[in-house]
Structures are given as C-alpha cells and as structure tokens.
C-alpha cells in the first residue's frame, strides 16, 4: 500500500516557478515509477512526466518539456516536480502517482494517486 500527498500548488503569474512535492509512505518507494498527471476544468487526466525508480530515467510531456523537472529523493520518500515559466494553459489539478514503469504514460498504468494539488497560472 503507498499513500501520497502532494503540496505546494498556489496561484502565479505566467512566466513565473513553483515547486510541487509529494510524500509517499510505505516501504516499496525506492523501487516505484513515479509519475505527475495533470486535470484541467473539462479535461482529462494527462500524464505530465514520470521518473524511474532509481531516478536516472525521466519522461516528459512535449508540453512541459524543457521547462518542468521532476526529481526524486528516495531517503525521503518524495518526489518533485519543478515547474519554470508557467504559462496559464498549465492551469490545472496537479496529482501525483505511484506505478512500476516510468514509461508509462497512461493513468491505468498507476496504482496509487494522491488527492492532488492546485495549480493557477495567471496571464
């Protein structure tokens, strides 16, 4: 069982950063795919990026690529996803996920999500 609870969502203005985290609890971190998703009003859930368990391998949407960074730290249990020059279409429930491989880009490929986290990106 691995439960996640993501924070440091809020309100920016395009152009500018904010850091996502999420804790997971359980003992099988180290060895999980973890992966961040993305709600917009009206939208379906879209995979956003994925790190490997090791976190050597990353995956990105072409969407944020170039501009978002997820990192993990296992010691911790946490990952990351750093977001730079946001633009008001990254607008959106940002949800954290639990899987086996950081390849997977479909939500049916995660086992466990967190309750997720609010992103606002003002123009």
């Known amino acids: 069982q691995v439960q996640l609870v993501e924070s440091g969502g809020g309100l920016v203005q395009a152009g500018g950063s904010l850091r996502l985290s999420c804790a997971a609890s359980g003992r099988t971190f180290s060895r999980r795919a973890m992966g961040w998703f993305r709600q917009a009003p009206g939208k379906e859930r879209q995979f956003v990026a994925a790190?490997?368990?090791?976190?050597?391998?990353?995956y990105y949407d072409d969407s944020v690529k170039g501009r978002f960074i997820i990192a993990r730290t296992n010691a911790w249990n946490k990952v990351y996803l750093q977001m730079n020059n946001l633009k008001p279409e990254d607008t959106a429930v940002y949800y954290c996920a639990a899987g086996t491989l950081p390849t997977k880009t479909s939500t049916q490929d995660y086992d466990y999500w967190g309750q997720g986290t609010h992103v606002t990106v003002s123009s």
């Open positions: 790190i490997s368990g090791s976190g050597i391998g990353t």
